[in-house]
């Protein structure tokens, strides 16, 4: 089941009026695929992969992680929809072993670059809390992020997540090395 966001923009746009959040499926496997690629390209530094590393990537190894996660009722991957085109995913991947089953990693949120800034990226992180509020035992979310992803951290600040760490240097990017930034929401206390 889909989740419609209305765009509450004042600008007039012919685009983004509706879009539908569901879990991703097998047959989401291209869109995945070029919204990543899309991603990358634009912003490498939010990214722990290149862009080089992600174009070998198969089709069938996208499809594959994607009929792991649909037969996982732990772990989720969200995408938003315009039509049929995948403009923003979000994920969610649950710890295994009786000591860390308390936590779920947050993962993989992008939005196409033209769609950001217009809310997409706050309804999937909202879809993902609301989800683990509801359907899973989880006490904890937690999630790295690039400290070059500004807007992301602050959407993560505005959601309730609390900084918890640095890792400094943690990727490397031709020479450029970017932080890390650990965060985490106590899923205990009141949404």
């Known amino acids: 089941m889909g ?10 746009t012919d685009s983004l009026q509706k879009v539908i959040v569901r879990e991703l499926t097998p047959r989401d496997a291209d ?5 990543r ?26 499809y594959s992680m994607l009929v792991r996660f649909c037969h996982c009722s732990a772990s989720k991957i969200w995408g938003a929809f315009i039509g049929e085109q995948l403009i923003g995913m979000i994920g969610l ?19 196409l670059p033209e769609y950001r800034g217009s809310g997409i990226g706050r309804v999937l992180v909202e879809v993902l809390i609301e989800h683990v509020r509801n359907n899973t035992s989880l006490r904890t979310l937690v999630l790295e992020v690039s400290a070059t992803s500004t807007a992301a951290i602050r959407l993560y600040e505005e959601q ?27 899923l205990t206390r009141d949404a």
């Open 3 to 12: 989740v419609l966001f209305s765009s509450e923009s004042s600008e007039p």
């Open 93 to 111: 991947e649950t710890l295994l072993g009786n000591v860390r089953q308390h936590r779920g990693i947050v993962t993989s949120l992008c939005v």
């Open 160 to 186: 309730g997540f609390m900084h918890n760490g640095i890792e400094y240097d943690a990727l490397c990017y031709d020479g450029v090395y970017v932080n890390l930034y650990r965060m985490n929401l106590d």
């Open 31 to 35: 869109g995945f695929r070029m919204l």
């Open 37 to 62: 690629l899309n991603c990358i390209k634009h912003d490498p530094y939010s990214f722990s992969v290149c862009l080089e590393e992600e174009r070998c990537i198969t089709h069938g190894q996208i």
